[in-house]
């Protein structure tokens, strides 16, 4: 079975390495996008997808497009491909590229689909205090998650759980689900099932306001759920004199004795806890903070660095 990834996501290397354990799957090619300039050095960084091709001598290549791309097109046309697997590649992909694989394009999401169409499923999961999400294999045409549903898996959402954490649920399932939805394809035995439009819901693009903190409007659970669900990436923030302070880690906390307590204020309960009291009568405990432009540091040692902190009142 011959395969290539269109593939960029950073969560790719376990999952990647799984498939390849798989005697029956060749995997001649991965297509990423390019490199790109990261942090404020601008210094250019390999995706994550192409480290894991040349561990495994496999070729990559890295168009900025497939218009027009005829190099790019015969390359694909040549390898004789069963499948194309696309996985959070982050580019729209033509028709005439789709219709080269003898069995078409599959893809990859993470929800049961039409829930949650298009770009952040995990976050927008979490933030509903879902209890479980899904990883849904489907065939793949021009339009973003709207073809037909291959195979869907159940994963649970835990209290706790972060979007780490389902990544790495998704992990462990990842690779056999894949390989024997292809191995059903290729038998004839897999029935597939079309979307119901009339109940998708969507899920935007990430953006910065989305995971700023505001006491002021969101409950504690709101609040905690940004946390989860953009935990370790963007992360949450507000605002400390005129600062970004990253919240890093907190949890929620049920909390009846807050007569005497200003809300949206930082208090410090005893010599280990410093905690925000939020409007539903539950409190926010900061464990690990990280002011604009200094480093990570635990709650504690943050306070004695800045004394000022305790008392503040955010908005």
């Given at each position: 079975?011959?395969?290539?990834?269109?593939w960029t996501w950073e969560f790719s290397k376990n999952i990647l390495n799984g498939i390849l354990k798989?005697?029956?799957?060749?995997?001649?090619?991965?297509?990423?996008?390019?490199?790109?300039?990261?942090?404020?050095?601008?210094?250019?960084q390999e995706t994550p997808v192409k480290k894991i091709a040349k561990e495994n001598s496999i070729e990559i290549q890295q168009p900025d497009s497939f218009k027009n791309n005829e190099d790019i097109k015969n390359?694909?046309?040549?390898?004789?491909?069963?499948?194309?697997?696309?996985?959070?590649?982050?580019?729209?992909?033509p028709k005439d590229i789709l219709d080269i694989p003898k069995y078409g394009c599959i893809?990859?999401?993470?929800?049961?689909?039409?829930?949650?169409?298009?770009?952040?499923?995990?976050?927008?999961?979490?933030?509903?205090?879902?209890?479980?999400?899904?990883?849904?294999?489907?065939?793949?045409?021009?339009?973003?998650?709207?073809?037909?549903i291959l195979?869907?898996?159940?994963?649970?959402?835990?209290?706790?759980?972060?979007?780490?954490?389902?990544?790495?649920?998704?992990?462990?399932?990842?690779?056999?689900l894949l390989v024997d939805t292809l191995k059903w394809i290729l038998s004839w035995e897999i029935k597939w099932q079309?979307?119901?439009?009339?109940?998708?819901?969507?899920?935007?693009k990430i953006i910065k306001t989305d995971w700023l903190v505001s006491f002021s409007k969101e409950t504690s659970d709101e609040i905690y759920n940004k946390f989860r669900a953009y935990n370790s990436w963007p992360e949450?923030?507000?605002?400390y004199n005129d600062k970004k302070i990253i919240f890093k880690d907190c949890e929620i906390l049920e909390e009846n004795n807050l007569e005497n307590i200003n809300i949206w204020q930082v208090v410090k309960l005893n010599k280990k806890t410093i905690w925000v009291a939020c409007?539903?009568?539950?409190?926010?405990?900061?464990?690990?903070?990280?002011?604009e432009g200094k480093k990570t540091m635990d709650i504690l040692s943050f306070v004695n660095w800045n004394k000022e902190f305790l008392n503040y009142k955010f908005k």
């Open positions: 079975m011959k395969i290539a990834f269109f798989y005697k029956e799957i060749e995997v001649p090619l991965i297509i990423s996008q390019p490199d790109r300039p990261v942090w404020r050095k601008k210094i250019i390359l694909l046309i040549s390898l004789n491909l069963d499948f194309i697997i696309v996985v959070a590649y982050g580019k729209i992909i893809n990859i999401h993470w929800s049961i689909l039409p829930k949650y169409r298009w770009a952040s499923p995990i976050q927008e999961s979490i933030k509903n205090w879902d209890k479980e999400t899904w990883l849904t294999i489907m065939y793949m045409n021009e339009k973003m998650d709207e073809w037909d195979k869907i898996e159940k994963i649970n959402i835990d209290k706790e759980d972060k979007t780490i954490n389902i990544f790495e649920k998704f992990e462990k399932i990842w690779p056999k079309k979307q119901n439009d009339r109940k998708a819901t969507y899920c935007q949450i923030y507000s605002f409007s539903d009568k539950k409190i926010l405990i900061l464990k690990q903070v990280k002011l």
